[in-house]
């Protein structure tokens, strides 16, 4: 589920991406058993343009509140490399795993468009991971 306030969009070249934290459950404690805090977060790409794009990689940052980074600069998302046909849409969940109970999230995804040779990134909206809010982050203390 959504964490609806703290929901952020943004639109580049008429894509869309929006963004946020999501619940978590008890099965994501397996997922990262090292760190202290596990965050949830959720993108959506929307291809509001008029010609089919491709999404072929990402670079975003999650920073936490001692300024460590968790980074993921890498192709595709999770092996896929998903193509959109215009008024289509791609959406990704993941976990993060921090040592502190917030956080900032940005970059971009970098996206082909059909009519041209060079991919361009999209810029993600940032956001703050974290909250009071129960399940928001799991605490493995």
């Not at 999230?105 to 909206?125: M, Q, R, W």
Request: hydrophobic share 35%.
């Amino acid at each position: 589920m959504i964490i609806e306030d703290n929901f952020v969009s943004s639109a580049t070249d008429d894509i869309v991406i929006s963004a946020g934290t999501v619940e978590l459950d008890e099965s994501d404690r397996e997922t990262v058993k090292t760190a202290k805090y596990v965050y949830g977060y959720y993108l959506c790409i929307e291809n509001n343009s008029s010609e089919k794009i491709q999404l072929i990689g990402k670079n975003w940052n999650i920073t936490d509140s001692k300024g460590h980074i968790f980074c993921d600069n890498s192709q595709g998302f999770k092996g896929e490399i998903p193509t959109l046909e215009p008024g289509e849409y791609f959406e990704f969940t993941s976990v993060a795993p921090l040592n502190t109970p917030s956080a900032v999230f940005y970059g971009s995804c970098k996206v082909l468009k059909e009519s041209a040779s060079k991919s361009k990134d999209i810029k993600i909206p940032t956001f703050i991971i974290g909250s009071n809010k129960k399940n928001t982050f799991l605490n493995f203390n």
